[in-house]
């Protein structure tokens, strides 16, 4: 399976990368290093010439031979040696030279300036005279005073950094072999597999093997891993039902005609039935008008639901007080009507919406309240920032928890035994066609509330 270029490139990124850190690294301590070299070389001379003075004041006359003094210059690398000591006279090897090019002062310790001077060197194409001034080493109280070609400096400090040049592309390939081995190991092939089965699942959700295996790590690998599985898991699930419910749609929609058909006949039936003498027929028929009218009424909500798309809307201004007091009436049933039910919209509070499908709405869920066994249900309104909401409160027992958490899903929300859960999905849609929302505010043991929210 052929994976993403950006995948396949991650190893080498992460190679490229390490080993551009390392040398920036490398590059980031050479600089105070070749500062420092410059400064170590320059004392090393100073001593030098320290020495080499003293060798003067050895002699019984103070005097040594021109052969002698030309050797000791030599040792130093310098063309003059003057040497400062406290209470006693100069003591001079060589000859001063009328061109200096530049003065080295070593006891100005400022790492810049000292990182400056290393970098000016580095870069200088011909030779300089230097003035060298500071204390000797080997003695604080010994001023020693140098005159010496930068050449040789320059060499060796160029030297020394083609040396620290080679040790940082040596170490950069070990230290990026080592990360690259590591993270490949680590990372880089576990996101590899996790990769591969993404691509594999989106091409076919339904094999059983386009599943990640989580394994046992901790990391943010192995929560990627898990959460990957419980979300695979979650769409094939759904996948499964929304292919079942597409198969419930298909068949449905051939079907409710001739339902329909059935359920008017019997509905006529049940009419005839009613004029029956007989009281005990006379008490049942109501019951078995009901029942074909709510089976009747499910065959139009399951329709309603398989169809494509939202509800046409027809708005228009929408008393909501009015609405509110038709929608209790509609939801007032012979065997609940011990139910109170109560409006609190106040007067004037209207919005834009479609009016029969807004009343299916609170209707829907008023009914739902009092099929919950709830004593009261209060339905009241209130404009606030530009929207205008519907509360629904009920002093019922509460939803159960399998219906809190499957709310607004077909076939699997509902809060009673042989209920579809279609009446509140299908609510849900009609609000979100307004460009609403409708939501579960609480549901508790001492009742339940919902908020119907529309712009207004």
């Known amino acids: 399976m052929a994976l993403p270029r950006v995948t396949r490139s991650l190893s080498a990124r992460l190679l490229v990368l390490t080993i551009g850190f390392v040398m920036l690294a490398e590059v980031l301590i050479f600089t105070p290093s070749i500062a420092r070299f410059r400064e170590t070389w320059l004392q090393d001379r100073v001593a030098a010439g320290h020495l080499a003075a003293l060798s003067i004041l050895a002699t019984p006359d103070?005097?040594?031979?021109?052969?002698?003094?030309?050797?000791?210059?030599?040792?130093?690398?310098?063309?003059?040696?003057?040497?400062?000591?406290?209470?006693r006279d100069m003591v001079m090897l060589g000859e001063a030279i009328p061109q200096v090019d530049k003065r080295v002062d070593l006891t100005r310790d400022d790492p810049l300036h000292l990182i400056v001077e290393a970098y000016e060197a580095l870069?200088?194409?011909?030779?300089?005279?230097?003035?060298?001034?500071?204390?000797?080493?080997?003695?604080?109280?010994?001023?020693?005073?140098?005159?010496?070609?930068?050449?040789?400096?320059?060499?060796?400090?160029?030297?020394?950094?083609?040396?620290?040049?080679?040790?940082?592309?040596?170490?950069?390939?070990?230290?990026?072999?080592?990360?690259?081995?590591?993270?490949?190991?680590?990372?880089?092939?576990?996101?590899?597999?996790?990769?591969?089965?993404?691509i594999a699942f989106r091409e076919n959700p339904e094999d059983?093997?386009?599943?990640?295996?989580?394994?046992?790590?901790?990391?943010?690998?192995?929560?990627?891993?898990?959460?990957?599985?419980?979300?695979?898991?979650?769409?094939?699930?759904?996948?499964?039902?929304?292919?079942?419910?597409?198969?419930?749609?298909?068949?449905?929609?051939?079907?409710?005609?001739?339902?329909?058909?059935?359920?008017?006949?019997a509905s006529l039936l049940s009419e005839r039935v009613a004029m029956s003498e007989d009281p005990e027929v006379q008490r049942s028929a109501p019951r078995l008008m009901q029942a074909i009218d709510r089976a009747a009424e499910l065959c139009t909500r399951t329709l309603a639901y398989t169809r494509e798309g939202g509800p046409p809307l027809k708005r228009s201004a929408v008393d909501l007080r009015t609405l509110t007091e038709a929608a209790l009436a509609d939801a007032?049933?012979?065997?609940?009507?011990?139910?109170?039910?109560?409006?609190?919209?106040?007067?004037?509070?209207?919005?834009?919406?479609?009016?029969?499908?807004?009343?299916?709405?609170?209707?829907?869920?008023?009914?739902?309240?009092?099929?919950?066994?709830?004593?009261?249900?209060?339905?009241?309104?209130e404009r606030n920032d530009g929207r205008v909401a519907l509360t629904v409160a009920d002093d019922g027992p509460g939803l159960p928890p399998r219906a809190r958490d499957h709310l607004f899903q077909p076939f699997a929300g509902s809060a009673r035994a042989g209920g579809t859960g279609l009446g509140l999905a299908i609510a849900r849609e009609i609000i979100a066609a307004h460009r609403g929302e409708l939501k579960l505010v609480s549901s508790t043991a001492q009742g339940t509330v919902f908020r119907l929210e529309l712009p207004a």
């Open 123 to 198: 870069v200088q194409a011909d030779n300089r005279v230097l003035r060298v001034e500071g204390p000797s080493p080997r003695d604080p109280a010994a001023n020693v005073v140098l005159l010496l070609d930068e050449a040789p400096l320059v060499g060796e400090m160029r030297d020394y950094g083609w040396r620290i040049l080679g040790l940082s592309i040596v170490i950069s390939l070990i230290t990026a072999g080592l990360v690259f081995v590591a993270l490949r190991w680590l990372m880089v092939r576990p996101m590899t597999r996790l990769t591969e089965t993404m």
């Open 332 to 381: 007032v049933l012979p065997e609940h009507g011990h139910t109170r039910l109560v409006g609190e919209v106040p007067e004037g509070l209207t919005v834009q919406a479609d009016r029969d499908e807004l009343l299916r709405v609170l209707a829907n869920l008023v009914r739902n309240a009092v099929e919950a066994g709830a004593e009261t249900v209060r339905v009241s309104g």
């Open 62 to 87: 103070g005097m040594v031979t021109g052969e002698l003094e030309r050797q000791l210059l030599d040792h130093v690398g310098a063309y003059m040696v003057d040497l400062a000591l406290p209470g």
């Open 208 to 265: 059983a093997e386009a599943v990640v295996t989580p394994t046992g790590r901790r990391d943010e690998l192995g929560v990627a891993q898990r959460e990957l599985y419980a979300m695979q898991t979650a769409v094939r699930a759904a996948l499964k039902q929304q292919a079942r419910l597409a198969a419930l749609g298909t068949a449905v929609t051939k079907i409710n005609h001739d339902l329909r058909n059935i359920l008017a006949s």
